[in-house]
């Protein structure tokens, strides 16, 4: 047998990238813990400035909590996921220009690109991070409100 043969199963087998690498569980453990703090937050607002009758102000602040909790973290998302799809590169570029002009003698000698059609093909030369760890807890947080809404009410 030639042994300079190249097996043609694992030439052809890419190997796809892991949902679940550690920083993705890191930034999963972050999300989680930034919506429970953001969900006490409202939870202790809601519960304590409350006009309401005893016996309705936990729930109502509950689901408060939950559902705010949960609405601002899939806001949020949406709005990371539309800046690394571009959305927000003019400003972008515009304050590193100005920052840059400010602080530095001369702005060619930094790394900002001349033009910003150059800046725009850098970024979009850059691989985009999978950010949809922070959407989870989110949705989980805002359907555990939705539910609390449906059986209190």
Do not use: C, Q
Not at 1 to 28: A, D, H, Q, R, V
Not at 88 to 117: C, G, Q
Request: charged share 20%; aromatic share 14%.
């Amino acid at each position: 047998m030639n042994k300079n043969k190249i097996n043609p199963l694992k030439e052809s087998k890419e190997e796809k990238p892991k949902l679940f690498t550690k920083g993705y569980s890191i930034g999963l453990a972050i999300s989680f813990g930034v919506t429970i703090v953001i969900g006490v937050i409202i939870f202790l607002i809601r519960y304590y400035s409350s006009m309401v009758g005893e016996s309705k102000r936990l729930p109502i602040s509950l689901i408060d909590a939950f559902s705010l909790s949960g609405l601002l973290g899939i806001l949020f998302f949406f709005i990371v996921w539309v800046s690394n799809y571009g959305a927000f590169d003019a400003i972008s570029y515009s304050i590193l220009v100005a920052w840059n002009t400010v602080f530095h003698k001369n702005i060619r000698e930094t790394k900002v690109p001349k033009t910003y059609h150059e800046y725009r093909e850098l970024k979009r030369g850059k691989e985009r991070l999978n950010t949809t760890f922070m959407l989870f807890p989110s949705v989980i947080f805002l359907i555990v409100g939705i539910i609390l809404n449906i059986v209190l009410f």
